[in-house]
């Protein structure tokens, strides 16, 4: 079965630091860019980074840009993102999505079911 | 950065209607565009891609339209499965866009 399993939310205080794992599976991660997206409580959905199949190039959204840093490990099929300087307003639920098609980009075709960092003091 | 912004936020519709929402880009995506289904607490779900295909598995009562800056997204027999909330989104020179969502209620 194709999954993305992600972990490492939880609760951080402002400034702080967090790292989420995106577990992949069933497929072979080596090949497919791979995206966060996040989603504030009851808003809609933001994309955050991107990074391409060998690890060797990397995209950010403005918000994102500085703070935060996406990279994978395909020997471990493993998504990264680091947040680091954490804000109020990077409260949300964090998805890993595949892109549809290897080595381009129709859509986001799986998605993990999310994890939930709360920034707060 | 290109824009994503879909109208209606709100829909109110009845079991069977016609469906229409639209997303307009501030400038030409091509045919960059996806549409996903969000329903409370789950991942979003890939309907559309590159405008106008479906999404193996998703029923051909959805269907997608445009090209440019203008798109929609219909579903021609609302069903009861279908009350969510829908993104666009779009891709252009590795920005990745969605749409604010509009969110289809039950009449």
């Known amino acids: 079965e194709v999954q993305l399993v992600e972990s490492g939310g939880g609760l951080v205080q402002p400034g702080g630091s967090l790292r989420l794992s995106c577990a992949a599976s069933?497929?072979?991660?080596?090949?497919?860019?791979m995206h966060w997206v996040r989603q504030p409580p009851g808003k809609g959905l933001v994309w955050v980074a991107r990074?391409?199949?060998?690890?060797?190039?990397?995209t950010y959204a403005d918000s994102a840009k500085g703070r935060f840093t996406i990279s994978r490990d395909n020997a471990k099929t493993t998504l990264y993102l680091e947040m680091n300087s954490l804000r109020v307003e990077d409260t949300a639920v964090y998805y890993c999505?595949?892109?549809?098609?290897?080595?381009?980009?129709?859509?986001?075709?799986?998605w993990g079911q999310g994890t939930m960092v709360t920034v707060s003091s | 950065d290109i824009q994503m912004t879909q109208s209606p936020s709100t829909l109110s519709a009845s079991l069977g209607d016609r469906v229409t929402i639209t997303c307009r880009a501030s400038?030409?995506?091509?045919?960059?565009l996806a549409w996903y289904q969000q329903k409370p607490g789950k991942a979003p779900k890939l309907l559309i891609y590159?405008?106008?295909s479906l999404e193996s598995g998703v029923p051909s009562r959805f269907s997608g339209s445009g090209s440019g800056t203008e798109f929609t997204l219909t579903i021609s027999s609302l069903q009861p499965d279908d009350f969510a909330t829908y993104y666009c989104?779009?891709?252009?020179?590795?920005?990745?866009?969605f749409g604010g969502g509009t969110k289809v209620e039950i009449k």
């Open positions: 999505a595949r892109v549809r098609v290897s080595g381009g980009w129709d859509g986001f075709d799986i």
């Open positions: 069933g497929f072979t991660f080596s090949r497919y860019w």
């Open positions: 990074i391409n199949s060998n690890g060797s190039g990397t």
């Open positions: 400038q030409t995506i091509s045919s960059w």
């Open positions: 590159k405008a106008s």
């Open positions: 989104q779009q891709y252009n020179s590795y920005s990745f866009t």
